[in-house]
């Protein structure tokens, strides 16, 4: 004898709502792995784009100066020593004052760390793409106080777009 109304659903309809979930999900974790890379990438071409103003801004503040001392490092600490910073401060000027790059730092990637600036050394650096099969994007100091791009070219358009 059945007494009343039964509130619970029946194993069809869970199943049937567990096999909708699977399906949304499927769908959206690819479209959020690809949002999550092209958000690296735009982070990365708004630092290039930040330290690129800073070196031109800190270029013509030495010329206003009168100090024609080249600017040979962007990864230096306040007191000129190495730091963990990408990009940090300029080397010293003829003062042998250490200006800020960016008031807030890039860090450098560390080991085999992913989507993040990388120093090679005074004068090269490199960004490492999200995933390891993309590459870097290599990027050189150069003798006109500019960073412009050293390596392929198709990797060089993939950050300074």
């Known amino acids: 004898m059945q007494t009343g109304n039964q509130k619970a659903f029946t ?25 999550a890379d092209e958000a690296y990438i735009t982070k990365a ?27 040979t490092d962007l990864s ?12 940090d401060h300029f080397s010293a000027d003829g003062d042998g004052v250490y200006t800020e790059v960016l008031m807030y730092s890039v860090k450098k990637c560390n080991g085999a760390l992913r989507a993040c600036w990388h120093k090679v050394d005074a004068t090269h650096y490199e960004y490492r793409f999200p995933k390891s099969g993309d590459g870097e994007a290599k ?8 960073l412009d791009c050293d390596s392929d070219a198709t990797d060089c358009l993939k950050i300074t777009q």
Do not use: H, K, Y
């Open 45 to 71: 071409q708004s630092s290039l784009a930040s330290v690129r103003a800073a070196l031109a801004t800190e270029r013509q503040r030495r010329i206003l100066r009168g100090d024609t001392t080249d600017i």
């Open 76 to 87: 230096l600490s306040s007191a000129g020593a190495a730091t963990s910073n990408a990009f």
């Open 11 to 35: 194993m069809v309809e869970l199943v049937f709502v567990i096999v909708v979930i699977g399906i949304l999900s499927a769908i959206a974790l690819p479209r959020f792995s690809s949002t």
């Open 139 to 146: 990027f050189v100091l150069t003798s006109n106080n500019r």
